[in-house]
Antibody, heavy 125, light 106 residues
Framework: QVQLQESGPGLVKPSGTLSLTCNISRAPVDRNLYYWGWVRQPPGKGLEWIATTSFSGSTYSNPSPSLDGRITQSVDGPRDQFSLQLSSVTASDTAVYYC???????????????WGRGTMVTVSS | EIVLTQSPVTLSLSPGERATLSCRASQSVGTYLAWYQQRRGQAPRLLIYDATNRATGVPPRFSGSGSGRDFTLTITSLEPEDVAVYYCQQRAQWPTFGGGTEMEIK
């Protein structure tokens, strides 16, 4: 069974860059066919999709004004990792960030059948 | 952006009762709709994908129906462990989630 684990700083200063990495355990042999991404959840609120990427380089990002233009994704195939960078953060970016895997090959927009446990990121000075 | 509206916001039922949760899309999403369960303090769990298909390991008391703009998640006989928030998600366009329905057990 595939497992995901997020890592990264729990505190980021306003206007700084939030950087998170997700480590994949027991990656499927056809890992390159799937999409891997990020969903966040502000405290006490609902879910928001951020972005997904494949190890072959295809990407999807949330185009909403709150996120558009601030998202960078990267992958590290040999280490079975993928990463998210979110620039120019504000307090509204405070949330639990989950890394996720798409259920089906080529499904860049989900649904997401594997979730990490989530990591809380607070934006504060 | 496709907006998903879930109702009711909160649902309080007794064990063994039938629960019906709704999700309405602002425009047609075909059958590109999924349901997730999120228990307190845990990550979401995929229950239903493509409107009607149960994900691996999901008990048969959970079922999904609908197409176009209107979708339903049904739990035929509530159990205490079904206490959770349930979210719908569409993938017809860039993914969006509904606001959630909180399931309470009396």
């Amino acid at each position: 069974q595939v497992q995901l684990q997020e890592s990264g700083p729990g505190l980021v200063k306003p206007s700084g860059t939030l950087s998170l990495t997700c480590n994949i355990s027991r990656a499927p042999v056809d890992r390159n066919l799937y999409y891997w991404g990020w969903v966040r959840q502000p405290p006490g609120k609902g879910l928001e999709w951020i972005a997904t990427t494949s190890f072959s380089g295809s990407t999807y990002s949330n185009p909403s004004p709150s996120l558009d233009g601030r998202i960078t994704q990267s992958v590290d195939g040999p280490r079975d990792q993928f990463s998210l960078q979110l620039s120019s953060v504000t307090a509204s970016d405070t949330a639990v960030y989950y890394c996720v895997k798409s259920r089906s090959p080529h499904a860049g927009r989900g649904p997401f059948d594997i979730w990490g446990r989530g990591t809380m990121v607070t934006v504060s000075s | 952006e496709i907006v998903l509206t879930q109702s009711p916001v909160t649902l309080s039922l007794s064990p063994g009762e039938r629960a019906t949760l709704s999700c309405r899309a602002s425009q047609s999403v075909g059958t590109y709709l999924a349901w997730y369960q999120q228990r307190r303090g845990q990550a979401p769990r995929l229950l239903i994908y493509d409107a009607t298909n149960r994900a691996t390991g999901v008990p048969p008391r959970f079922s999904g129906s609908g197409s176009g703009r209107d979708f339903t998640l049904t739990i035929t006989s509530l159990e205490p462990e079904d206490v959770a928030v349930y979210y719908c998600q569409q993938r017809a366009q860039w993914p969006t989630f509904g606001g959630g329905t909180e399931m309470e057990i009396k």
